[in-house]
């Protein structure tokens, strides 16, 4: 009974990593109904990005600056030389040509940081343990489940309370209208695409001292974000917080409980919830 804290707490971190990942997943979708399947890919990136500046300056509040705004431009320059060529056509083609940035990013990674995991090691404080209501745990741990909240709390923001979140929902709900009005629809959604690649890069950098940063992590994550998204809705900012919180608990007691069957235990979860409703937890009805 005295690892139920430490297990929720380990739930609460893992939830908020896939959170960080899945928000831009789902913020691409949700925002320009495109299945970014290179959006893992940037999260490694993001990763490797933050291992070279550390290496270089030992700066771990720089690389996350950099490598974010790194993974914008780049995400920006796919949306707008590759994905936007290819949007009118559907699906599948968005699908294979993210495919595509996806493998094309991970073999560089191969190729320029080698084929073998990369350890990182921060230092000063966030190496630290805190006592947590009589339980000694890890800083940084409490570190990424914060960022998490920061970054959940930002977005609602931006996207409900500003001018900026009002020109993203115009431009989704009726793209003609609004580039009427003088606003460069496109431009926005090469924003909007960015956006989702610098969150990925963020879990990335803040991933990569708890996690092992090696070339599968993209793999590794990218199947749990869309469990994440599947079940909390496509396009659904709140359906994916919710359903990270509960991906994230179950992975941590089903390695306590039941652990022959915490892989297995996210897929049966999803099935439950597309058997009660297809759409997801928060999805609209098609």
């Known amino acids: 009974m005295s690892d139920i804290p430490v297990f929720f707490l380990h739930g609460l971190v893992y939830a908020g990593l896939l959170f960080l990942i899945s928000s831009g997943l789902t913020l691409v979708f949700g925002m320009m109904n495109v299945l970014n399947l290179a959006h893992a890919a940037f999260y490694m990136l993001g990763a490797y990005f933050s291992y070279s500046l550390l290496n270089a300056t030992g700066n771990f509040w720089l690389s996350l600056i950099v490598c974010p705004l790194l993974l914008f431009f780049i995400g920006a320059a796919v949306e707008r030389f590759l994905l936007r060529r290819v949007h009118v056509y559907g699906h599948v083609q968005e699908l294979l040509i993210t495919f595509g940035v996806a493998y094309i990013i991970t073999e560089s990674v191969k190729w320029i940081w080698g084929n073998y995991p990369l350890g990182v090691n921060l230092g000063g404080f966030l190496s630290g343990s805190v006592n947590l209501f009589g339980l000694f745990y890890p800083i940084y741990r409490l570190f990424m489940f914060f960022c998490a909240i920061l970054i959940s709390l930002i977005m609602a923001t931006v996207l409900y ?82 359903a990270s919180l509960m991906i994230g608990e179950l992975q941590s007691f089903g390695a306590l409980l039941f652990p022959k069957l915490s892989l297995a235990l996210m897929y049966m979860l999803m099935a439950a919830v597309l058997i009660i409703k297809p759409s997801g937890l928060f999805g609209e009805e098609q």
């Open 161 to 242: 309370k500003t001018r900026i979140g009002i020109i993203v929902r115009a431009s989704v709900d009726d793209s003609e209208m609004v580039n009427t009005l003088g606003i460069n629809v496109p431009l926005v959604f090469t924003g909007v695409f960015g956006f989702g690649a610098a969150l990925s890069g963020f879990a990335g950098v803040i991933a990569g001292p708890l996690l092992t940063t090696y070339p599968g992590m993209a793999a590794e994550i990218l199947v749990d974000a869309f469990v994440v998204i599947v079940i909390g809705g496509m396009g659904s900012l709140v359906g994916a917080l919710v």
